[in-house]
């Protein structure tokens, strides 16, 4: 099993920044790629970015260029640097887990953090 919890959430102004921090424990060498999504209120849960062990990165078109992830594989960290950040941006965040035999980042995790709360409001 994999335990991911999530750190960093609070409230921004519309144009700030924040940084979003996950931990992993447990058999974290079964995880072959950890990433974001987010869900806000009345939205679907959705796909933020991923990051491999490899250093392979992908987002989403809403966040590409504001948002950068980063992991430390000896950590079992990942992190989510957001900036410029838009009302709309606020959300439940979620870090995930992904098996190596996940093929599609967007489509799901493995596993799952409780998430934590990101406000963005003046």
């Known amino acids: 099993q994999v335990q991911l919890v999530e750190s960093g959430g609070g409230l921004v102004q519309p144009g700030g920044s924040l940084r979003l921090s996950c931990a992993a424990s447990?058999?974290?060498?079964?995880?072959?790629?950890m990433g974001w999504y987010r869900q806000g209120p009345g939205k679907q849960r959705e796909f933020v970015a991923h990051?491999?062990?490899?250093?392979?990165?992908n987002y989403a078109d809403s966040v590409k260029g504001r948002f950068t992830i980063s992991g430390d594989n000896a950590k079992g960290t990942v992190y989510l640097q957001m900036s410029s950040l838009k009302p709309e941006a606020a959300a439940v965040y979620y870090c995930?887990?992904?098996?190596?035999?996940?093929?599609?980042?967007?489509?799901?995790?493995?596993?799952w953090g409780q998430g934590t709360q990101v406000t963005v409001s003046s």
């Open positions: 447990g058999s974290i060498f079964s995880i072959y790629a």
């Open positions: 995930t887990g992904f098996s190596p035999a996940a093929s599609d980042y967007a489509a799901g995790a493995d596993y």
């Open positions: 990051i491999t062990i490899w250093g392979s990165t």
